[in-house]
């Protein structure tokens, strides 16, 4: 990654270029990117991070082009191998994401500069979007609309079993990498995955009951002997003298991953035994749902066809034309009520005013946050009653034209949840660790801005003819 500036064409450009017509709405994104070049200003800063010689060495993904394919990624939802290969074989994509007739490099490549990213570029770049949505005219920030919703993360059903019988295989693996001095090491995980399977065929209540605690107690063994191996395999390879600083760096990382899964399949282990042989029930902020993704929270939203999701809480704030002007990932499973007014108070920091009208579901309902939101200035505070009797002013309120019209509103926020769920696929997250999936939160609704945006600026430039009337 050595420059910013866009590269100059070619023949080969100009050939490849002839008869060619991007999408309306991924040409209206495009001239919107030219036009406003801070954003690739804030790219490059990233992807030249921690780089001593930035202007030195292989040409890498330029800034542009890496900001161009990471929008085009979610706009499609694509994962990194359809990204290379679709930018590579379609040649209004190339156009688009600035590789013209060059070669376009691999998935790898483009993984390496998007981890580059960080959460808080990204969410500049979407305040930056939104601010220049009002510059042009496209937006007022005076009606919104929120709710939230439950973005899973990429596990699978948590048992303690399913996780124990990870922690083994995890270990082995890891530990099969150590230098030959290192290798006493017993191999479990035939033993372990004959434990995690059978406890999970027993059906019958009665046989559960005689034979779980058995079954638990054997897995249980089983993991504890193979972290505590794990754990004296790594203080031994650690002492081990490596030739080379490479192979040094490697030996660090690799049984730096071995503490750590060591660490969380102690945890796996108290609450097994907690649960199993205490009777106990254990709080769902102690509990870890998956050794891959110990970040997981557990969600119950009262749905009847999903009572329980695991993944994180996110708050959307919508705008009137469908811009989303706030979004917040949420730590644990906290009531909606309690960012009813903070995000108020960041919408007016973003726009300088507090919005007209405020529309929610009854999850926001608060007398005391109607309230203040009331003295902050908002007119119209669309949120019908929560449980209780309503009173004859709230009945008579939740009557009237101006809320029903308010709630009218709101419901668009769920069409666009089912947008970014379905086209921008926001419902899971396939990135790993809790700031990728802030990230990737954060790039679908990137996405999702700067498509509502090409809708509008189209509809200026291609408006309808007007009807004659009839002779």
């Given amino acids: 990654m050595r420059e910013i500036k866009r590269r100059q064409i070619s023949f080969a450009d100009l050939e490849l270029g002839q008869n060619l017509r991007l999408d309306p709405l991924l040409e209206q994104i495009s001239n919107f990117l030219d036009r406003h070049g801070e954003l690739v200003t804030c790219v490059h800063r990233d992807l ?3 780089l001593n010689k930035a202007r030195r060495g292989r040409r890498g993904i330029t800034a542009e082009q890496a900001l161009r394919t990471f929008i085009l990624m979610r706009t499609k939802s694509w994962d990194y ?3 290379a290969e679709r930018v590579a074989d379609g040649l209004t994509l190339r156009e688009f994401s600035r590789f013209g007739a060059t070669k376009v490099p691999g998935h790898r490549a483009f993984h390496r ?5 960080t959460t808080d570029t990204v969410r500049q770049i979407n305040a930056t979007v939104v601010r220049l949505a009002v510059k042009i005219g496209l937006e007022r920030g005076d009606k919104l609309r929120l709710d939230t919703t439950v973005v899973e993360t990429d596990i699978r059903y948590p048992r303690d079993s ?3 019988w990870d922690v083994v295989r995890v270990l082995s693996r ?3 990498l150590a230098p030959p001095a290192c290798t006493e090491f017993p191999r479990r995980t035939r033993r372990a995955k004959r434990r995690m399977q059978e406890i999970g065929r027993m059906r019958e209540r009665g046989q559960r009951q005689r034979t779980l605690k058995r079954k638990y107690r054997d897995l249980i063994e089983v993991t504890t002997e193979v972290i505590d191996k794990a754990t004296t395999v790594a203080a031994t390879a650690r002492k ?3 030739t080379g600083m490479l192979a040094t760096a490697r030996i660090g990382a690799l049984y730096g991953e071995v503490e750590h899964f060591c660490k969380l399949g102690r945890r796996v282990i108290e609450q097994s035994e907690r649960r199993v042989f205490g009777g106990e029930t254990v709080p769902a902020n102690e509990k870890l749902y998956s050794i891959f993704e110990p970040h997981t929270d557990m969600i119950k939203r009262g749905k009847v066809y999903k009572p329980v999701e695991f993944g994180h809480k996110v708050l959307l704030v919508e705008s009137r034309i469908g811009l989303i002007t706030d979004y917040k990932v949420l730590d644990g499973n906290p009531i909606d009520s309690d960012e009813l007014v903070p995000s108020v108070k960041r919408h007016r920091t973003r726009f300088g005013k507090v919005p007209d009208l405020m529309a929610g579901d009854r999850g926001f309902h608060d007398v ?6 009331r003295r902050l200035g908002v007119k119209l505070v669309a949120i019908p009653q929560r449980g209780g009797k309503r009173g004859i002013e709230q009945e008579t309120f939740e009557k009237s034209r101006s809320f ?3 709630q009218a509103l709101r419901s668009g926020i769920e069409g666009r949840i089912s947008v970014l769920f379905r086209g921008r696929g926001m419902k899971r997250c396939l990135w790993s660790g809790s700031e990728r999936f802030e990230l990737f939160v954060a790039a679908a609704v990137l996405a999702n801005n700067l498509l509502v945006i090409a809708a509008r600026l189209r509809q200026r430039t291609h408006k309808p003819p007007a009807l004659r009337a009839a002779a």
């Fill in 162 to 164: 399913g996780m124990l």
């Fill in 174 to 176: 890891l530990v099969e």
């Fill in 404 to 406: 029903k019209q308010a």
């Fill in 240 to 242: 081990i003298p490596c």
């Fill in 81 to 83: 191998r359809e990204l």
């Fill in 48 to 50: 030249s991070r921690s």
């Fill in 368 to 373: 005391g946050g109607c309230d203040q939101l």
């Fill in 113 to 117: 500069a998007f981890v580059r990213l």
